[in-house]
């Protein structure tokens, strides 16, 4: 089933949740904020926060994947 977005865009009902998709991303490998932000979750802050709550171990590391003009930060689930 999908439903019509004023955008014209198809999108299923049971679409993951900002927090699925966190967790799924985790799941595949340590991510950093960067890598976030290129999925569309500019929230990922807060969705790691609700998962740490749960009860996901999510621990922070400086990320080396990539020349960050920045000190990034790189979520790894253990
Ligand atoms: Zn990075």
């Known amino acids: 089933m999908t439903v019509q977005w004023a955008s014209g865009q198809q999108l299923p009902l049971t679409r ?12 595949h490998g340590p991510t950093c904020g960067t890598e976030f932000l290129e999925m569309h979750l500019p929230r990922f802050g ?9 009860g996901h171990a999510i621990t922070n590391e400086v990320c080396r994947k990539h020349n960050h003009y920045s000190r990034q930060t790189v979520y790894r689930l253990t």
């Open 16 to 27: 993951p949740t900002q927090r699925d998709r966190v967790l799924a991303q985790l799941r």
């Open 46 to 54: 807060g969705r790691i926060f609700e998962l740490r709550k749960e």
